[in-house]
């Protein structure tokens, strides 16, 4: 689907997800279109314990029938980066598809140990079967917890791998582990377990205050926001659990108390905990597990739990009475508790490509974020992101629940998100006026509590809408302006604190009653590119593109029809057009073709930066502070704009950037900067230092963290 086909598929979707009875069926539509994100090997995994049991057979039969092996490549010296822990007691089948997995994931330098319990079925004959592992063989079964330390002994590795025989890896699911274990603060790293009928087992668990455990988001869906995000936790299960041996010896190993087996990796973990080091639950870490598969008899295994509880409260009294009641699932699923919990409500995940105030909130979302707070992302758009998408841009530790399940964004913010957990907050910061009504009129500021609300107006938007208007030759009346200002106000008004752009619209708003107004630009570091004049030609565009009525469209539609023929025939060689930035508007693509070049989205705009000559903006509404301009600016390209953006910026024409109102004083100041090198060299300069001025990385941390205290 096209970009400029979004708009129109959303405002269907809401309203057909307005008509009585067609709202199931939305809902299941949007249900199966978020299934499908699942990977093949998940669904590969969702079927019967007895299915699974009798395919895995099979395909261990045929392996021993022929002259199959599994092979553990020779480690380099001195020691392999992870030791791979195998406990085994029957079930040879299970054991099979365990092996197959590990040696189909993209393992690091590794070594196998397999501690074979005293197994009675196939095990010994698929044991044959792998070349240059470690195989222990105990007259007994001497139970998880001992073959563990047995194996331990032996192992040579930097990490311990503990992988149960019924768990299946994804194939990168250990170097993803081991990229979150080398951080010297990390004691253990858990990962996201799934069931065979396809739902989730754990991701990452939580101790109660009486000794029992939970495994966080059991039966939900694998994918959902909740489990979706990396954090820290009490503990995570043994089922895989990566950790460096060093401090496994350290810490003693796993306690002989439990033995033979149950509570030991969260004893563990606690004791890790006591030491200073975190538990950290990742969800890129995927892991299939059939649970109980590799213990003989399921009540036996729930009566050991039972016993070793009161082993383990025991031990960890004081530990344990810091902990969370049973039932606090949102309280627990983060350990130690964070200092602040932030919510942030915006249309989608930020991203910098998009535009419209997107780059700016990505770097508010990764500050808070990055100074400690929990931060959970609400998206109200009607569209399923996935998470390779939203993780290019937000970090895997800021939790982002989508909404677009729910037929309307104050529905969803009601029933679906704020009745559960309106009141687990801090802080919350709702983006744009659209979602603050919708806040609003969800109860918002009612369900949450003592927390303190920040809206992000960003700008003043009845300035763009009076500005598009006048373009247009309907200019709004007085009365309907004034009208909307004042509906924008009242907005305003009823958050605590309101964050604008710019001092410009922050004035405005204090000036209509709003008390506490306060600045928070862009964060961006001059970093101008090497070439000089003399080096560059053409003229660069850099921005969004896929709206009809968009400014940047509306803006470059103007330049390409009224400014550039005015340009001087002997410049036109010198004087490219190149527009970089998703372009999927039908109006753009229908008038551009002959006059500029569509470069589309792109992975480094670094080379366009060094490579033109000029920057053009030609905006002609807008509200809030162009970013285009800042990053152009920042990147020591010269800037030719609107008197409106030199306002909105604060910036002085014919220093900071030249600027034209009409087409032909547009063109002339292009002229200018693409014929004049001294020109270029000083307008440059200035708007370097007005960039380092306006922008600067540390006065955007300090507004943010002034936001928080």
Not at 212 to 240: E, I, N, Q, W
Not at 308 to 332: E, V
Not at 459 to 483: S, V
Not at 501 to 510: E, Q, T
């Amino acid at each position: 689907m096209t970009p400029a086909g979004r708009p129109f598929l959303a405002t269907l979707k809401r309203s057909l997800a307005s008509v009585p009875g067609l709202q199931g069926w939305v809902h299941r539509l949007r249900r199966l279109r978020a299934g499908r994100q699942r990977s093949t090997a998940d669904h590969a995994f969702a079927r019967s314990r007895e299915e699974f049991r009798r395919e895995a057979r099979a395909r261990m039969e045929d392996f021993l029938a022929g002259q199959g092996r599994f092979t553990v490549p020779p480690a380099p010296a001195p020691a392999p980066e992870v030791s791979v822990v195998l406990i085994l007691f029957n079930n040879a089948e299970l054991s099979f598809e365990c092996l197959r997995h590990l040696f189909a994931a993209d393992l690091p330098a590794w070594e196998l140990i397999v501690v074979d319990n005293a197994s009675a079925d196939d095990t010994g004959r698929l044991l044959e079967r792998c070349a240059g592992a470690r195989i222990i063989r105990n007259g007994d079964n001497l139970g998880f917890l001992q073959a563990v330390n047995q194996a331990a002994e032996v192992a040579r590795g930097r990490f311990l791998l503990l992988l149960n025989s019924d768990a299946f890896l994804a194939p990168d699911a250990v170097r993803l582990a081991l990229e979150t274990a080398a951080d010297p603060a990390v004691g253990a790293v858990g990962g996201r377990i799934v069931l065979p009928d396809g739902s989730l087992q754990e991701a990452g668990s939580i101790v109660w205050n009486d000794g029992t455990c939970k495994g966080y988001g059991r039966g939900g869906h694998p994918l959902a926001g909740p489990y979706m995000f990396r954090r820290t936790v009490d503990y995570c299960s043994g089922a895989f659990l990566l950790f460096r041996r060093e401090v496994f010896e350290r810490l003693g190993r796993f306690d002989t108390a439990y033995s033979p087996a149950y509570y030991e990796e969260t004893d563990f973990c606690l004791r890790l905990w006591a030491a200073g080091l975190a538990v950290v639950y990742d969800p890129r870490v995927r892991v299939n597990h059939l649970e109980f598969g590799s213990s003989e008899k399921r009540d036996h295994a729930l009566e050991l739990q039972r016993r070793n509880r009161g082993l383990f409260a025991a031990k960890h009294h004081d530990a344990l009475a810091r902990r969370q009641p049973p039932g606090a699932d949102l309280a627990g699923r983060i350990w130690p508790p964070p200092a602040r919990r932030v919510l942030i409500v915006d249309d989608r995940p930020p991203a910098p490509e998009l535009g419209a105030g997107f780059p700016r909130a990505l770097a508010i979302l990764k500050q808070i974020q990055g100074s400690g707070a929990a931060v959970t992302l609400v998206t109200t758009a009607p569209e399923t992101y996935g998470w390779d998408a939203i993780r290019r841009h937000v970090p895997w530790e800021v939790e982002v629940v989508q909404g677009d399940d729910c037929p309307s964004l104050d529905r969803f913010l009601a029933e679906r998100f704020l009745a559960g957990r309106g009141g687990c907050f801090d802080l919350v910061l709702v983006s744009r006026p659209h979602n603050m009504r919708a806040f609003l009129a969800a109860g918002g500021r009612r369900r949450i509590g003592s927390a303190r609300l920040v809206y992000d107006a960003e700008a003043i938007f009845t300035d763009r809408l009076a500005g598009e208007a006048a373009l247009a030759g309907r200019p709004l009346p007085a009365a309907r302006e004034a009208a909307l200002r004042a509906r924008e106000m009242a907005l305003a008004r009823q958050a605590d604190t309101v964050i604008a752009v710019s001092p410009l619209d922050a004035d405005a708003m204090r000036r209509a009653g709003v008390p506490d107004v306060r600045v928070i630009g862009h964060a961006l570091e001059a970093a101008p590119t090497p070439a000089g004049p003399e080096a560059r030609a053409g003229l660069l565009f850099v921005g969004n593109m896929d709206a009809d009525l968009s400014p940047n469209v509306d803006g470059i539609l103007w330049f390409l029809d009224e400014v550039l023929p005015l340009l001087p025939e002997a410049l036109r060689e010198r004087a490219a057009v190149t527009l970089v930035g998703s372009a999927g508007s039908a109006r753009l693509a229908a008038r551009v073709a002959g006059r500029a070049t569509v470069a589309g989205r792109q992975p480094a705009l670094e080379p366009f930066y060094d490579g033109h000559r000029v920057f053009i903006a030609p905006t002609r509404f807008a509200a809030g502070i162009p970013h285009k301009v800042h990053e152009a600016a920042a990147h020591g390209l010269p800037v030719v704009g609107t008197p409106l953006l030199a306002r909105q910026l604060g910036w002085q024409p014919g220093r900071d950037l030249l600027t034209g109102a009409t087409p032909a004083d547009f063109a002339l100041a292009c002229t200018r900067l693409l014929t004049d090198d001294g020109l270029w060299w000083s307008v440059r300069t200035a708007a370097l230092a007005a960039v380092t001025r306006d922008c600067g990385p540390d006065r955007f941390r300090a507004a943010v963290a002034a936001l928080l205290d």
